[in-house]
C-alpha cells in the first residue's frame, strides 16, 4: 500500500498550485468508515516536518497550520478517490517538500479492513520570482 504526490512545481509568490495524493492499494474513501485521517506536512530546507493540514474521513473535518489559514484548502475528490492541497496567495515561506500521509484505518484492495501508516515520497513545491 502507498500513497504518491503530484502536482509540485514552481510558482511565483501570490500564485496558486494544486497538490494531489492518490492511494494504491487502499481506496481513500473506505477510510470514512472509521474516521482516518489524510494529512498535507511539509519540510523546509534545514527544518523539521511540520503538518500543515489535516481532514478526518467520513464527517471532512479539517484543521490548518496557522501560517496557512485562509490561503490553502485540504478536500476530497471523490470521484477520483483523492486527496487534493489546493495553495492560493503562494508565499517564499511556502516552499518545502510536501508530504501526504495516511493514518486510520481502511479498505485494502483484497477487502481487508486494516490500520494503516502511509507517507508519500514527498513532491517539490518551490515559490519564487
Known amino acids: 500500500v502507498q500513497v504518491v504526490e503530484s502536482g509540485g512545481g514552481l510558482v511565483q509568490p501570490g500564485g496558486s498550485l494544486r497538490l494531489f495524493c492518490a492511494a494504491s492499494g487502499f481506496t481513500i474513501s473506505s477510510g470514512r468508515i472509521n474516521g482516518a485521517t489524510m494529512s498535507w506536512y511539509r519540510q523546509a530546507p534545514g527544518k523539521e516536518r511540520e503538518l500543515v493540514a489535516i481532514?478526518?474521513?467520513?464527517?471532512?473535518?479539517?484543521n490548518y497550520e496557522d501560517s496557512v489559514k485562509g490561503r490553502f484548502t485540504i478536500f476530497r475528490d471523490e470521484i477520483k478517490d483523492t486527496v487534493n492541497l489546493q495553495m492560493n496567495g503562494m508565499e517564499p515561506d511556502d516552499t518545502a517538500v510536501y508530504y501526504c500521509?495516511?493514518?486510520?484505518?481502511?479498505?485494502?484492495?483484497?477487502?481487508?479492513?486494516?490500520?494503516?501508516?502511509?507517507w508519500g515520497q514527498g513532491t517539490l513545491v518551490t515559490v519564487s520570482s
Open positions: 500521509n495516511a493514518r486510520g484505518t481502511y479498505r485494502d484492495d483484497q477487502g481487508h479492513y486494516r490500520y494503516l501508516e502511509v
Open positions: 481532514i478526518v474521513l467520513g464527517v471532512d473535518s479539517t
